[in-house]
């Protein structure tokens, strides 16, 4: 069974830092590509960021680029995101996500139960 499971955030100041991540195990891991995609309340999902199976290539949407930097460690399945500069507009449930690319926020099926990130003014 495909398990993606989020843990690390939490409640930050604006300006602050916080670092997610997400344990996979159920499937090979290292062939896929992975990503990150956000749900605002009461807005849709949005895609994030991606990563390629070995690390090397890293894709971000305008609105975090600069700001957040996804990595990887095949070793031990686990996916990461650092996020930096967190704006209070960041607030939302973070998912981990199998696939690459804005349509995995379109495949609920490929995502995790998610996170919770709140940033306060």
């Known amino acids: 069974e495909v398990q993606l499971v989020e843990s690390g955030g939490g409640m930050v100041q604006s300006g602050g830092s916080l670092r997610v991540s997400c344990a996979a195990s159920g499937f090979a891991f290292s062939r896929y590509d992975m990503s990150w995609v956000r749900q605002a309340p009461g807005k849709g999902p949005e895609w994030v960021s991606s990563?390629?199976?070995?690390?090397?290539?890293?894709y971000y949407a305008d609105f975090v680029k600069g700001r957040f930097t996804i990595s990887r460690t095949n070793a031990n399945n686990t996916l990461w995101m650092q996020m930096n500069s967190l704006k209070p507009e960041d607030t939302g449930i973070y998912y981990c996500?199998?696939?690459?690319?804005?349509?995995?926020?379109?495949?609920?099926?490929?995502w995790g139960q998610g996170i919770q990130v709140t940033v306060s003014s």
């Open positions: 990563i390629n199976t070995i690390g090397i290539a890293d």
């Open positions: 996500a199998r696939g690459h690319g804005p349509a995995v926020a379109r495949d609920r099926t490929k």
